[in-house]
């Protein structure tokens, strides 16, 4: 069995690197950027070709969300043109794809503990869970509608899909939230993070495992036509982004004087979702996977983050 990943330097490839010597039955192809442009449908004809994957994990994107902004042209033509270029390859070759995608397709709110799917404030949440695969999504910004335009892009090309949405990933890997904390850290007395944005971190390697968990059960026929589609994958439990952050320090043993303030206090170019907690009830029942909690999944770093700081 091939697989094949694109976006190989970046967080998520790297995290599926760090764990093929469990695989010994798979054989993988990991394609940086520049091996394989996903932006260049020839090239990636090419690359297809040569390997004949059975699987394509796409974890390449434009990932700037506040950049977007100012170049939705090159954000649309990574993430729209570039998924699109891939499902078409993939239906070309009979490829399975597993395409990441990302909480920033919602903007719902969180008010007095109350989660609601629309800004008005008039429909709480069908799930206590959180947003479900089937919540008609509504970015708010350049990088969540291209996303979101990516996904409709494969949908409409390729039925044999797994698109799976997640949510504030990070890991010893690449740039993240995680590892600019603890830089800041290093440089300030002081720091102030976002405490009234609501979602649920997500470490790499544990995404990495439920994509390969996917493959493998397709793999041995444990899923039927039925199961391809979107489906939601974060750790479990809720968080902000200044609860986040002050477990990252409580983990680390770092002492900061951690302070924190609402978004309104930190002005950026996009507008990040109030609430972005992903239901994980349709994965964990198709695939039998077990989730950990995002705070005992950071506990894994505790150990290891010195050799990477």
Known sequence: MVVLVTGANGQLGQAIQSIVGKYPSIDFVFCTSSELNITDKSNCETVFEKYKPNFCINAAAYTAVDKAE??????????????????????????????????????????????????????????????????????????????????????????????????????????????????????????????????TPTNAVDLAEVLLKIIISCHAELVSASNYGIYNFSNEGHCSWYDFAAEIFRVNNVSINLQPIPTSAYPTPAKRPAYSVLDKSKIKEVFGIEIKNWEESLKNFEKISNHWR
């Open 70 to 199: 100012s170049e939705p042209e090159k954000a649309f033509t990574i993430n729209v043109t570039g998924a699109q270029n891939v499902a078409e390859v993939c239906k070309n070759h009979d490829t399975v794809l597993l395409h990441i995608s990302t909480d920033f397709v919602f903007d719902a709110k969180f008010v007095d503990g109350i989660a609601y799917y629309d800004r008005e404030l008039r429909l709480p949440l069908k799930s206590e869970k959180g947003l479900t695969e089937t919540d008609v999504p509504f970015p708010a910004g350049i990088y969540g509608l291209t996303k979101l335009q990516g996904e409709q892009a494969i949908e409409s090309t390729w039925e044999k899909h797994f698109i799976i949405r997640t949510s504030w990933v990070y890991s010893q890997f690449a740039n993240n939230f995680m590892k600019t904390m603890l830089r800041l850290a290093s440089e300030r007395e002081s720091l102030s993070v976002v405490s009234d944005q609501i979602g």
